[in-house]
C-alpha cells in the first residue's frame, strides 16, 4: 500500500486525471456495447428503468463526493497560501524586533535574510518538489542555529529584553509555520478513495450507455462529460499540491518579505 502511494506521488495530476478519463469514458462505451450485445429482454422498459435507478442513486453519491473533494481541497489550497502571506508578515516582524533591540543583532539579521531566501528558492525551485526541499536535517539544524542566536542575545535592560522576547516568540511561528508547509505541500487524495470514485463514476457512465442508442451525438457526449468529471479529479488534485504544477501558488509574499528584510 505503501508503494502506492509513492507511486501516486510521482504522478502528475495530469496522468491521474487522464487514467481516471480512460476509464470513465471506457465505462460509457463498454455501456454501449452491451446494448448491442444483450438480448432484447434485458433491456424491456422494466430493466431499463432499474438501470437508470441504479445510476441515479451512485450518481447522487458521486456528485456529493466530488463537491466535497473540491472544497476541502480547495480549503487546504487557501490555508497553505494563507499559511505563506502569514509566514512572510511574521518573518518582517521579527527582522524588525531584531532592528530594534540594536546592531549587535545585525549578523542575525543578515542570517535570516540568507535562509528565508534560500527557502523561498527551494519552495519555488523548478525541480517540482516544493516543500520537500525544506525537510532536511541540514534546514532544520540552520533554523535551529538561528534561534540560538536569538538566545545568546544579552539584553541590557528591559526593552532589549522585551524584543529578544517578541523575536523568539515570532521565530516559534515560523518554525511551526515551516512544519505546516512540509506537511501540507504535498497531501493527495488517498488512493482506494480514489479508485472507488473512478469505479462509481465508470458504472455511471457504463449505465449511460446502456440505456441509450449508439450514435455520434451520444459518444460525443459521453466524452465532453467524461472530459468534464475527469477535469474535476484533475483540479482536486492540483489544489492538493499547491506548491507544484500549473495551480502553485504564489511567491510574491514572500519575494516581498525578502525586499524589506535588512532595512
Keep these: 500500500m505503501f508503494k502506492v502511494e509513492q507511486q ?3 504522478m502528475s495530476p495530469l496522468a491521474i486525471a487522464s487514467i ?8 460509457g462505451m463498454l455501456g454501449l456495447l452491451l446494448r448491442s450485445l444483450l438480448p432484447e429482454h434485458h433491456l424491456n422498459e422494466d430493466s431499463i428503468g432499474v438501470v437508470k435507478l441504479g445510476v441515479g442513486l451512485i450518481a447522487t453519491l458521486s456528485a456529493l463526493v466530488l463537491g466535497l473533494l473540491i472544497a476541502s481541497a480547495k480549503g487546504s489550497y487557501d490555508r497553505v497560501n494563507d499559511e505563506f502571506h502569514q509566514t512572510a508578515v511574521d518573518v518582517i516582524m521579527l527582522d524588525r524586533a531584531l532592528a530594534n533591540y540594536g546592531s549587535e543583532t545585525r549578523d542575525i539579521r543578515q542570517s535570516l535574510r540568507q535562509a528565508y531566501g534560500s ?10 518538489k516544493g516543500a520537500v526541499n525544506l525537510d532536511t536535517p541540514k534546514r532544520l539544524a540552520q533554523w535551529e542555529q538561528f534561534q540560538k542566536q536569538i538566545r545568546e542575545l544579552v539584553p541590557q535592560n528591559d526593552l ?4 529578544q522576547s517578541d523575536a523568539l ?3 516559534k511561528d515560523l518554525a511551526r509555520a515551516r512544519w505546516l508547509i512540509i506537511e501540507q505541500g504535498g497531501s493527495s487524495m488517498p488512493t482506494p478513495f480514489l479508485v472507488v470514485l473512478v469505479v462509481w463514476l465508470a458504472i455511471i457512465f457504463a449505465g449511460f450507455g446502456l440505456v441509450t442508442a449508439k ?9 465532453l ?5 475527469a477535469g474535476s479529479i484533475f483540479l482536486i488534485e492540483e489544489m492538493n499540491r499547491p506548491l507544484q504544477g500549473l495551480m502553485k501558488i504564489s511567491d510574491a509574499p514572500m519575494r516581498n518579505a525578502l525586499t524589506h528584510l535588512g532595512q
Design 8 to 10: 501516486r506521488e510521482i
Design 160 to 163: 532589549q529584553r522585551s524584543y
Design 169 to 171: 516568540a515570532l521565530y
Design 20 to 27: 481516471a478519463f480512460v476509464c470513465i469514458f471506457g465505462g
Design 215 to 223: 450514435n455520434s451525438t451520444v459518444v460525443t457526449v459521453l466524452f
Design 225 to 229: 462529460c467524461s472530459l468534464s468529471v
Design 119 to 128: 527557502a523561498t528558492d527551494l519552495i519555488f525551485s523548478s525541480d517540482g
